[in-house]
């Protein structure tokens, strides 16, 4: 019998809905931003919006584990939620709008729930295993292009990029000649929330978190994308890179990364 996800989204959903409010008090104010490296930032609302979070997914789920981004996870079961509770942080703290709460469920590498929620672009996307994807309650699918010369791609960059070596640089310059464009926005959510409701094709990025990625994940599957490793094989949110695609053009996409690897 097929698993009925439906209710466990609500909850998700009503709780990056509730985040959103918390994190939406503090943009464009004057709340606390420190420096969680020389570049990364965290504010007092991405701990607000993350207890709040933990406090609706651990009252209703008790016996599942959270992973999130500025706390100690927690719990031991199987099912394991990823909570980011802002993505794009650096944006959110400059005023910028790209910025998301981004929830996920997951059994092992199998995408159960997720929801991205951007306050902010008054856009919220979800989905469930087997349920389809949303975007404000419409279904969305991944585009139809089907050739890089007509794909709209974004990306990422490490925020420690000034120490390391593999920057994607070379990568970026690839993409850059051969398709429509490559936005770099700053929020993986919601880059994958785009490439499942079609406004990009493509995203690739490495050096990754699992909360930046996992509900972002869950709903490019849904939306019936395809999401994989820079090799092509099936995507562990727990590894740190990352290609989503409509499916169609993924191939040609994997063998671009492969070149500006120099493989
Ligand atoms: C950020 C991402 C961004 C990525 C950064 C960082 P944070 O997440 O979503 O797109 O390029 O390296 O991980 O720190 O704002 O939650």
Redesign the pocket.
């Known amino acids: 019998m097929r698993e009925d996800w439906t209710g466990t989204l609500r909850v998700a959903e009503d709780a990056a809905r509730e985040a959103g409010e918390i994190v939406m008090r503090g943009f464009r104010s004057d709340g606390e931003v420190s420096r969680k490296g020389t570049f990364?930032l965290v504010t007092e609302f991405d701990f607000a919006s993350e207890r709040l979070i933990r406090d609706r997914l651990q009252a209703a789920f008790p016996e599942h584990r959270i992973v999130g981004?500025e706390q100690e996870a927690t719990g031991e079961g199987e099912l394991v939620w990823y909570v980011?509770p802002?993505?794009?942080?650096?944006?959110f703290a400059h005023g910028h709008p790209y910025?998301a709460v981004s929830i996920g469920l997951f059994r092992g590498m199998e995408p159960l729930v997720g929801v991205v929620h951007a306050p902010r672009l008054e856009q919220t996307w979800t989905a469930s295993r087997g349920g389809g994807a949303f975007c404000n309650g419409a279904p969305c699918r991944v585009s139809r292009r089907a050739s890089l010369e007509e794909a709209l791609c974004t990306t990422?960059?490490?925020?420690n990029m000034a120490t390391v070596d593999d920057t994607n640089e070379t990568a970026l310059s690839l993409f850059a000649r051969s398709t429509r464009g490559v936005r770099r926005c700053?929020?993986?959510?919601l880059?994958l929330a785009f490439v499942a409701d079609g406004t990009y094709d493509l995203y690739w990025?490495k050096?990754?978190?699992p909360?930046?990625i996992a509900g972002g994940c869950v709903i490019v599957s849904e939306a019936g994308g395809r999401i994989s490793d820079y090799r092509g094989a099936p995507a562990d949110v727990t590894l740190g890179e990352l290609v989503a695609s409509n499916g169609l053009l993924h191939e040609a996409a994997l063998r671009t990364i492969e070149r500006a690897r120099g493989r």
């Open positions: 990364d981004e980011d802002i993505d794009g942080t650096v944006n910025f990422g960059f490490p925020s700053g929020s993986a959510a880059d990025e050096s990754l978190r909360w930046d």
